[in-house]
């Protein structure tokens, strides 16, 4: 019997306290720009993963979730609602084979999602099977421009925009390995999110970081992702959305088929809410600081008076200015208002402007595409 041992030799450098832009933020910044400009590799292992299988997978999900159903071989993002209308949770949905479908969560969500969802099969009597698979199998994340090229050194698929579209889950082997791909990145950059099984995950790792040595591939953590993930006007659960909030308020309409014939968890609350009309939506704002930047919950003045708050916020690196969304009356979120953000006590100018304010690199394609046909 042979082994493979694997030493790793590293430099710990910790990170040094501070409200205040510290020693991670040169180094966050070169994250950022290595999945803009390179090809970057997360761990998202963390992930909740379910699988929801059985006669009436379908019409369990149709009844939770106020998007429709993805079909074979194809993802989409979706939620669920209280009965009150507002955002329970946000979830990836695949649907693996007919009534086959895998949910897929944030990291601190996992529990509380499986509950809510175990709960109304339960009380649906749903002839379903739910299985809780997170601590089955492993995720990494691959994005960036060149995460195309590093991926089909590893696999016959065909990788191509064409062979492999946005939103398109396949199985694959990498390098010899199963996995499960899906076409899909929070950075809003060409990327896979790779679905492993633990056994497995050191050596599809390995084989990735080989392959793309030409490619300048490299890690990047969460602080980057949700710098990424905010320049592109991507919402977070747990910060622009959750069980205080409506997904009218956040901007989530593109999400929420009130048209379906499915009679969906919070769809008579929120279909009484849009005939009330809103009353705050969020806004997408730049701010000029100094060495600081908003993270959320952070209070908005307007001529001395405390107009709304911040729900997430970062520097923007590839903007080169403090970005953040927030809470506001829907009469102060016209693109060019002007408002104050207090960060440490210190008022800073803002303002509200269209949002994202990076394209994300499908939209990118798209209009490329759209420019080529007309020339």
């Known amino acids: 019997m042979s082994y493979f041992v694997i030493v790793v030799v590293c ?53 939770l979730f106020a998007n429709t159903m993805p079909k074979v071989g194809l993802t989409n993002i979706s939620h669920m609602l209280t009965p009150t209308g507002t955002v ?13 479908f895998l949910l897929i969560t944030g990291s601190g969500s996992e529990l509380h999602d499986l509950r809510w969802i175990e709960r109304e099969a339960a009380d649906g009597g749903y002839d379903v099977d ?6 089955d199998f492993g995720v990494l994340g691959v994005a960036g421009p060149n995460s195309r090229l590093v991926l089909q050194k590893l696999t016959e698929e065909d990788m191509s925009d064409s062979g492999f579209r946005f939103l398109h889950c396949k199985p694959v ?26 056994k497995n995950m050191s050596a599809v790792y390995q084989a990735i970081m080989e392959a793309g040595q030409e490619e300048g591939i490299d890690n990047f953590g969460t602080y980057a992702m949700n710098s990424l993930r905010l320049e592109k006007g ?54 000029d600081t100094d060495d600081v930047d908003p993270e ?45 953000v207090e960060l440490l006590g210190r008022r800073y100018p803002g303002m509200v402007v269209p949002e994202p304010l990076v394209l994300t690199e499908p939209t990118r394609t798209r209009l490329q595409k759209k420019a080529k046909s007309r020339v």
């Open 11 to 63: 430099l710990v450098v910790f990170s040094r306290p501070s409200f205040r832009r510290t020693n991670w933020f040169g180094p966050v910044g070169r994250e950022c720009k290595q999945v803009m400009e390179k090809v970057g590799v997360i761990d998202l292992t963390p992930f909740g993963k379910f699988m929801v299988k059985g006669k009436e997978s379908h019409k369990l999900l149709d009844r």
């Open 88 to 100: 329970y949770a946000e979830v990836t949905i695949t649907q693996l084979a007919p009534g086959d």
């Open 130 to 135: 739910i299985s809780n698979v997170t601590e």
């Open 173 to 198: 082997q990498l390098a010899g390995i199963p996995v499960r791909a899906i076409r899909i990145s929070y950075t809003g950059e060409l990327g896979w999110e790779l679905y492993i099984e633990q």
């Open 234 to 287: 991507f919402r977070g659960w747990g910060a622009e959305m959750n069980c205080d909030t409506n997904p009218l308020d956040a901007g989530l309409d593109y999400f929420i088929k009130l048209n379906k014939p499915a009679d969906f968890i919070g769809k008579a609350a929120l279909q009484e809410i849009k005939a009330r009309g809103l009353k705050r939506k969020l806004a997408y704002i730049t701010m």
């Open 296 to 340: 959320g919950n952070e209070t908005i003045w307007l001529n001395g008076k405390v107009v709304g708050n911040t729900t997430s916020g970062c520097y923007s690196y590839s903007t080169q200015q403090s970005l953040a969304f927030a809470y506001l009356p829907v009469e102060l979120c016209s693109v060019g208002q002007k408002v104050e």
